[in-house]
Antibody, heavy 120, light 113 residues
Framework: QVQLVESGGGVVQPGRSLRLSCATSGYTFSSYGMYWVRRAPGKGLEWVAV????????YYADSVKGRFTISRDDSKNTLYLQMNSLRPEDTAVYYC?????????????WGQGTLVTVSS | DIVMTQTPLSLSVTPGQPASLSCKSSQSLLHSDGKTYLYWYLQKPGQPLQLLIYEVSNRFSGVPDRFSGSGSGTDFTLKISRVEAEDVGVYYC??????????FGGGTKVEIK
């Protein structure tokens, strides 16, 4: 069955970096786009970044553009989110999700999330 | 950005009774391809989000038929015909017509009386 497992979260000081991973299994990773979505404490879900199935296109929310980088390693069936220059407002649970959409996003499977806390 | 508004914020339901959740979008979710890109998810406590309904009214694989979605344009509804204890959690609607930008409703928390 399709599984997505995030890791790499933790407590980090403002201005520092962190890399999240999303290990996938149960399907052909290289055939699907992937999203990162987050939920800050007491707030709603917010999309963060997306990468095309072949890595050819990447898009970012304005709130993270220039600081976060999404990438993938098809040989490891793993999605990444490199987060630099972290701010307290980046504190959130980060989820990865599989996108099977063509014209529009169709997020069918999600991970359980990993908590990132940015605090001094 | 399209704003998604869900009501009510919370719902307490007696097992076996129906429940109706609303989701309204600030713009039409009808795409030029004829499809409407509105999705419903459920996040049970301690579990990943699970897809219930895609493109307004299509039940995802394995979703019980007590869940149904309806609506058009900017006004959408998720109905649970007979709520069961396992249906507790937070329900979210999501639009993807502004792909790759996604926006989500704030969620409706469903509890059992």
């Amino acid at each position: 069955q399709v599984q997505l497992v995030e890791s790499g979260g933790g407590v980090v000081q403002p201005g520092r970096s962190l890399r999240l991973s999303c290990a996938t299994s149960g399907y052909t990773f290289s055939s699907y786009g992937m999203y990162w979505v987050r939920r800050a404490p007491g707030k709603g879900l917010e999309w963060v970044a997306v990468i095309w199935y072949d890595g050819s296109k990447k898009y970012y929310a304005d709130s993270v553009k220039g600081r976060f980088t999404i990438s993938r390693d098809d040989s490891k069936n793993t999605l990444y989110l490199q987060m630099n220059s972290l701010r307290p407002e980046d504190t959130a649970v980060y989820y990865c999700a599989r996108d099977k959409g063509v014209v529009a996003a169709f997020l069918d499977f999600w991970g359980q999330g990993t908590l990132v806390t940015v605090s001094s | 950005d399209i704003v998604m508004t869900q009501t009510p914020l919370s719902l307490s339901v007696t097992p076996g009774q129906p429940a109706s959740l609303s989701c309204k979008s600030s713009q039409s979710l009808l795409h030029s391809d004829g499809k409407t890109y509105l999705y419903w998810y459920l996040q049970k406590p301690g579990q990943p989000l699970q897809l219930l309904i895609y493109e307004v009214s299509n039940r995802f694989s394995g979703v019980p038929d007590r869940f149904s979605g309806s609506g058009s344009g900017t006004d959408f509804t998720l109905k649970i015909s007979r709520v069961e204890a396992e249906d507790v959690g937070v329900y979210y609607c999501m639009q993807s017509i502004q792909f790759p930008l996604l926006t989500f409703g704030g969620g409706t928390k469903v509890e059992i009386k």
